[in-house]
């Protein structure tokens, strides 16, 4: 995106003091402090939670309990079975032990990149903007020339140059973080200057503070929402690239990753011999364990933009409403008199609905 | 300075980023790529003169002789003439012709299936902004899940379940091979066959992500106070969905559509590979399989210049589209 922040773009600082004046409107206690960065739990969120968790764990604890993923049988291409729970592949090797070499790989890729991502990001996008000038606009006008030069394009080149045994994962992982920095910066960047000329900010910088203080201390408190889902996008990008790149056989040498369980899948002729188990498992991985992630960074979403955590409380209004109504008109089509026990609960709620 | 002024500029400066950064990978990384080259160039049975080790060392580096900045301006000469060397694994096919060949299957694949995703997921998107609490709202965690989940993946079970199992279009290639390429219905008809796969994981796998874009946007858009006027006008909710609500929330996904066109680039380079489909990214690959230095650079520059020129024409509509974007420069 090039073009100028919409005006409207909501801004993290103004969520935190709308959502405490909400909150006081209904006469509860405006959460405090660090509450308020904090999601709220929606099943939406739990659902995300439990497949991460789960993931992880597999990911952190199952290579302890599999045998060597590398051993070659002579069971080629068998269907899951009791012995191997997800089948084997061509040369006989277990799936379920390579699955769970596989995923950790990733996360560990997908980690390294997403911190790498979000510390490029936050350097450039906060501060370019705090520092202004010249600084900034050189810093802006390379996270949008970098935003706009395709990515895995990009990649490709350079890891095609890089000999192979040269390609360690730190290669692949400083490439990745590279070409992915640019988008979550022009938002920072966007964020942060709608910050800096707070009066607290002000304050800080008359009151002589060093740049790197106000910067960390006033500033990036404010960023913190932010920052935490573009961590979350940057690890589910770096995962995704991460497998394309090496399921064109590019990705780190001696690395095992879902991407190259996959690579080996499609050169192994998984597709035409219509071994799913092969091929299946490692992209569901991926897809399970980026769905948990976004859908943990649409309860951070909520935080940074408060009209859609708005949305859901009122669909949450509404259902309650047609809820009641559908009891009332239930209760009164049984032709329950007035003093009866359903009606007197509806009424005991009714004033409760209306107050929200 | 206006705002088209400003937005030319921009993107000479990103072209020549991209010119630059093409220049200067093969010298900043490790190996020689030259040599490499010249090796394969003789195993194909090209000559390799003074000459030719000269024009691929001002493309790739290597060349001690000059300095930088002489290398640099021949370099920049050499592309500006169209001059991109000679494809080793296509020899002796000069560069620009194997991609000349190789463009209009993805300009026609990815063009047309990236348009088709990006209107459908901005038409549900709307609806499902507009009618919250429908059975629409079910697409949103669909469409997370297809947004999360890996192109190529997609593609595999794509081909897996609707050309293996069920057969109903070909596994691989950009048309039947016992045809020739021509403009007759056959080839034509064979081709649409052998696209529909491809078309069909690109249109998949990014619709998701104008879904949630336009979604977002529309609950943000419909609590603004014009759009509570009009419903107090009394306007038909259609007329206000139309040009009130969808009108101010489809301008981020316009926008946007720089970010999404490098991703469904990147997606469809893998993506062909799938299907070994005749593309410009299944000749990049191609390309760093056989160490064809020239051919990788030549394609990756072509993909970004695509990308680039589609953005200045989005970015130049985006400015006739929404005057604000015009009266802030």
């Known amino acids: 995106m090039t073009n100028v922040t919409p005006a409207n773009e909501p801004v993290v600082a103004d969520a935190a003091d709308r959502l405490a004046s909400a909150a006081a409107e209904e006469g509860r206690r405006p959460p405090r402090g660090w509450r308020m960065l904090l999601p709220t739990m929606t099943p939406w969120l739990a659902l995300g939670l439990v497949l991460v968790a789960v993931i992880t764990l597999f990911g952190v604890v199952a290579p302890y309990l599999v045998g060597d993923p590398q051993t070659v049988r002579d069971q080629g291409l068998t269907p899951p079975s009791s012995q191997f729970l997800l089948g084997t592949t061509q040369t006989g090797q277990d799936v379920l032990a390579q699955l769970a070499f596989a995923t950790r790989g990733s996360l560990q890729i997908g980690l390294l990149v997403g911190v790498l991502a979000t510390v490029l990001s936050a350097f450039f996008g906060i501060y370019g903007a705090y520092r202004g000038g010249i600084v900034d606009e050189a810093f802006s006008l390379l996270s949008n020339v970098f935003l706009v030069i395709p990515g895995l394009p990009l990649v490709i080149v350079i890891s095609g140059f890089v000999p192979r045994e040269s390609r360690g994962l730190w290669t692949i992982a400083v490439v990745l973080a590279l070409t992915s920095w640019a988008a979550s910066a022009r938002v920072l960047r966007a964020q942060t200057l709608s910050v800096r000329n707070r009066d607290y900010v002000a304050a800080a910088k008359v009151a002589g503070e060093k740049p790197w203080r106000v910067i960390v201390v006033e500033i990036l408190p404010n960023l913190l929402p932010v920052l935490a889902s573009q961590f979350v996008f940057a690890v589910i ?106 009606s007197d609960g509806a009424d005991s709620r009714a004033p409760e609905v209306a107050s929200r | 300075m206006s705002y088209f002024l400003r937005k030319l500029g921009f993107y000479v400066v990103a072209l020549w980023a991209a010119l630059t950064l093409n220049f200067a990978i093969p010298r900043l990384l490790p190996g020689n790529p030259v040599d490499i080259l010249l090796a394969k160039l003789q195993q194909r049975g090209g000559s390799v003169t003074p000459e030719t080790r000269e024009a691929y060392a001002l493309l790739l580096g290597g060349d001690d002789s000059q300095p930088l900045w002489n290398q640099y301006l021949s370099y920049l000469g050499n592309l500006f003439r169209g001059d991109l060397g000679v494809s080793v694994s296509y020899y002796p096919a000069k560069v620009s012709d194997v991609i000349m060949a190789s463009l209009p299957w993805t300009v026609v694949l990815v063009g047309l299936s990236t348009v088709i995703a990006a209107v459908l997921g901005v038409l549900l998107g709307a609806f499902v902004g507009w009618r919250p609490g429908t059975w629409l709202d079910s697409l949103v965690p669909a469409g997370t899940l297809l947004a999360a989940v890996p192109y190529f993946w997609l593609a595999l079970i ?42 069909l994981t690109v249109v998949l796998a990014s619709v998701g992500g104008w879904l949630l874009g336009m979604r977002n946007m529309m609950v943000s858009t419909l609590s603004e106070d014009y759009v509570l006027t009009a419903e107090a006008k009394g306007l038909s909710p259609l007329k206000i969905l139309r040009s009130y609500a969808s009108r101010n929330a489809v301008l981020p996904s ?76």
């Open chain 1, 237 to 342: 990008a770096a995962i995704l690239g991460e497998a394309g790149l090496s399921f064109i056989g590019l990705g780190a040498a001696n690395s095992s990753t879902l991407g190259t369980m996959l690579f080996y899948a499609q050169n192994g002729f998984a597709l035409s011999l219509g071994a799913w188990w092969w091929f299946v498992p490692p992209g569901l991985m991926i897809a399970l364990f980026g769905t948990g992630l976004s859908l943990i960074n649409f309860s951070i979403d909520e935080i940074i933009n408060p009209k859609l955590k708005n949305l859901r409380l009122h669909r949450k209004r509404a259902r309650r409403a047609a809820r009641l109504e559908r009891e009332l008109a239930r209760s009164a089509r049984r032709g329950v008199p007035a003093d009866g026990g359903a």
């Open chain 2, 158 to 199: 794509l081909a897996y379940l609707l050309a293996r199992v069920l057969g109903w279009f070909p596994l691989q290639g950009g048309y039947d091979v016992v045809l020739d390429p021509g403009w007759n219905g056959e080839f034509i008809l064979s081709a649409v066959q052998h696209g529909i796969l491809p078309a």
């Open chain 2, 254 to 329: 316009v926008a946007g559509f720089a970010i999404s066109l490098g991703f469904v680039v990147s997606g469809s380079v893998v993506t062909e590979q799938v299907f070994s489909y005749p593309g410009i990214g299944g000749r990049l690959l191609g390309a760093v399989t056989n160490n064809d230095y020239a051919l990788m650079q030549g394609v990756f520059l072509f993909i970004t210049l695509a990308v680039l020129g589609a953005n200045l024409v989005v970015d130049l509509l985006y400015g006739l589209i929404d005057p604000r974007t015009r009266a802030r420069s």
